[in-house]
């Protein structure tokens, strides 16, 4: 199949790019495949460890290559290396990730940031993230939400966003606005169904850029839902981001506990303070009964937390009107703001802001 004109352009663009030994990146075997979507081109440049010094300036000019024929895309270029730097320190599978003092940075305007994570999909992660940030909404402060889990971003249809996103003359993203919130997802930015598919360092690259290319203005909170899992976007941003903690959601059952227990570890490991554990999925109340179901089970989550030493945040119920709404792209907190579930999100939210004395 022939490529697109716009890929096509930019390939030939890249030619005229040079590498440090003086070839062209263009024919540089590195250089991976250019994904185009409607809004961006994203393509990645691998490299040698220690060498991403020295190729800084080839990004910066394919860069510069690629938006001279992007037609109005967002261009997106990562450097990446699939080796931690021979003067790495630590063991085993996560030798080298403790993070040093000097790699993690804030972002620019953004006051705290804090992840909401899982050990496995399917708990209700992402609405959770939503929910939780337009409660600290409601507290007074200014909040934002990134969708960092790009292989299946969940936050626009959750805050029904649509259309592509902006960006200003210097090429910073500007978020969307939803109920309050400032967002910023990687899924406006596909067609369809199109699918992310990207290796893990090439997508923890274009996060990074994701999050600190758009235009946050100054934010009291930034939520960031994180993907599923313990893999390289979470370690990658571990490692570059001055995060101020993490949430970890779970349903009660075992299954769901055994993975949570994995990224609490995960995240000690890599220094970032657990504020506590969410039991989403807690129980389930008959719409016409008013009885009470533990589908699940229930008060894992506040075992688990108890036992790993860590503050058991609080519980939210199983309840058929956060899916509908959430689904309609407008949440709980935002609908029924006084409900019993919304009540729910808004003692969790009220004490991760005191946590984080931000109230």
């Known amino acids: 199949m022939a490529d697109h004109p716009v890929i096509s352009a930019v390939k030939l663009a890249l030619k005229n790019v040079k590498v440090p030994d003086g070839s062209a990146l263009g ?84 006051k705290k940031i804090i992840a909401i994570a899982s050990g496995k999909g399917g708990v209700g992660k992402s609405t959770c993230s939503v929910n939780l940030a337009l409660s600290l909404k409601d507290l007074g402060l200014k909040v934002g ?16 966003i649509e259309g592509k996103p902006a960006f200003r003359d210097d090429k910073l993203f500007k978020p969307f606005e939803a109920h309050g919130l400032k967002a910023m997802s990687i899924g406006p930015m596909l067609q369809g169904d199109q699918a992310v598919v990207w290796r893990g360092p090439m997508a923890s690259s274009a996060l990074r850029q994701l999050l600190r290319e758009t235009d ?68 389930f109340i008959a719409p016409d009964t008013g009885k ?26 199983l309840h058929m009107s956060i899916r509908e ?18 009540s729910s999100f808004a003692q969790i939210a009220r004490k991760i802001a005191q946590n984080l004395d931000l109230i």
């Not at 510069?64 to 003067?87: F, H």
């Not at 179901?293 to 229930?298: E, L, Q």
């Open 325 to 342: 709404l959430s689904d309609a792209g407008t949440p709980i907190c935002v609908d029924k703001p006084d409900s019993g579930e919304a």
């Open 27 to 110: 024919d540089y075997a590195g250089l991976s495949d250019i994904i185009l979507t409607p809004s961006a081109i994203a393509f990645a440049i691998a490299v040698e460890p220690g060498m991403e010094g020295a190729f800084g300036p080839v990004q910066v000019a394919a860069t510069k290559a690629a938006e001279a024929c992007s037609e109005g895309r967002k261009v997106l270029v990562s450097i990446t290396s699939d080796r931690a730097p021979a003067n790495a320190k630590g063991n085993g599978a996560m030798g080298g990730t403790k993070k040093s003092p000097n790699q993690a940075t804030p972002v620019k305007g953004i």
């Open 292 to 317: 009470r179901y533990d589908i699940f089970g229930h008060g894992g989550a506040k075992q688990t937390a108890n036992q790993m030493g860590l503050e058991f945040l609080g519980e939210i119920p």
């Open 216 to 283: 946050w203005g100054e934010l009291d909170i930034l939520i960031m839902d994180l993907p599923p899992g313990t893999g390289d976007i979470q370690i990658s941003l571990c490692q570059s981001v001055e995060f101020s903690g993490v949430v970890v959601v779970s349903t009660p059952q075992d299954l769901a506990l055994i993975d949570a227990k994995k990224a609490m570890d995960m995240f000690t490991r890599l220094n970032i303070p657990v504020l506590g554990m969410v039991e989403n999925m807690s129980y």
């Open 145 to 160: 939400v990134l969708d960092a889990d790009l292989y299946g971003p969940s936050i626009p249809k959750l805050l029904g």
